[in-house]
């Protein structure tokens, strides 16, 4: 049986943000590289000419202060703004993210900041750690199949009490991917307890970066994905293939890992195209 997880999803109001980027830069001193695929985009695409001014008095370097590092991030930040400008971003929330106080926060930061910018963001949050919790303290034993609860009456009974009325027998990574693919979503984001998808799970050096639709499969045969990433695997594969541009896997228990994913060429976790 799936797991008896209660979710929901709360689309986060994206304000007005046409006039958060211009149009043009105007500036001689900013040039700005446009850059439309799906990958990662490169970062530092917007160049300031004058970083560190030379002293008149002895030509040295003056240190940055916190306000040109904030300007420096806010500059690099602006291709990736307006390639995610309007679109819809998917996010389950689950995981460390949720029992943390700072990651808490840090989540609903990262949420506001980007629809602030222009995203659609939607939250769809799970009640695993919170169930989990309970049955640990009435010393019942939770039991998966393949990532997936198995909930027995007994269980049934704890879920429905933990999330207060009627509870769902789905999985929240499911309604994640299937929602996402329904709105038409730009990207999912699963946000995890693990660094994303390891070559080795023995290994957590060994995270696999960006892989498309076959690269997963092939880990799948070759047993490299297990337990509780095989639902996550899979959600996004479905997604994708009906329609979502990409997935990614991070690691939530990385405070601001949304905008880490999002923000920057690195990314935080393992990303899925088709």
């Given amino acids: 049986m799936a797991a008896a997880t209660k979710t929901f999803f709360t689309p986060v109001p994206s304000p007005g943000a046409e006039t958060l980027i211009p149009p043009t830069l105007k500036s001689p001193n900013l040039h700005y590289i446009p850059h439309s695929s799906a990958k990662r ?6 160049r300031a000419s004058a970083a560190a001014v030379p002293s008149p008095s002895d030509g040295a370097s003056h240190p940055k202060s916190p306000e040109q590092f904030r300007v420096e991030i806010l500059s690099e930040s602006l291709p990736y703004i307006q390639r995610f400008r309007g679109k819809t971003i998917v996010v389950k929330y689950g ?7 700072k990651l808490k926060a840090s989540v609903v930061s990262d949420l506001v900041l980007l629809s602030c910018v222009g995203l659609r963001p939607i939250l769809v ?6 169930i989990n919790r309970w049955l640990k303290q009435l010393n019942i034993e ?3 199949h393949e990532g997936l609860r198995v909930t027995d009456a007994e269980t049934m009974e704890i879920v429905s009490m933990v999330l207060i009325g009627k509870s769902y027998n789905i999985n929240a990574d499911t309604v994640a991917g299937e929602l ?16 994303g998808i390891l070559e080795d ?4 050096n060994s995270l696999v970066k960006e892989t498309d639709i076959e690269g997963v499969k092939k880990l799948i045969a070759e047993k490299k994905v297990a337990g509780g990433m095989i639902p996550k695997v899979n959600c996004c594969l479905r997604a994708i293939e009906q329609g979502v541009r ?12 949304l905008l880490h994913e999002i923000m920057s060429e690195e990314g935080l976790g393992t990303m899925i195209t088709a």
């Fill in 41 to 46: 985009l490169p970062s530092l695409t917007i």
């Fill in 95 to 101: 995981g460390a993210a949720m029992k943390d106080p």
């Fill in 125 to 130: 949050h799970g009640g695993g750690p919170e």
């Fill in 142 to 144: 939770p039991l998966f």
């Fill in 180 to 195: 996402a693919a329904s709105l038409g979503a730009e990207k999912l984001i699963l946000l995890t307890d693990v660094a």
């Fill in 201 to 204: 799970r023995d290994d957590p």
């Fill in 246 to 257: 990409t997935a990614s896997i991070i690691d939530g228990r990385v405070q601001h890992s």
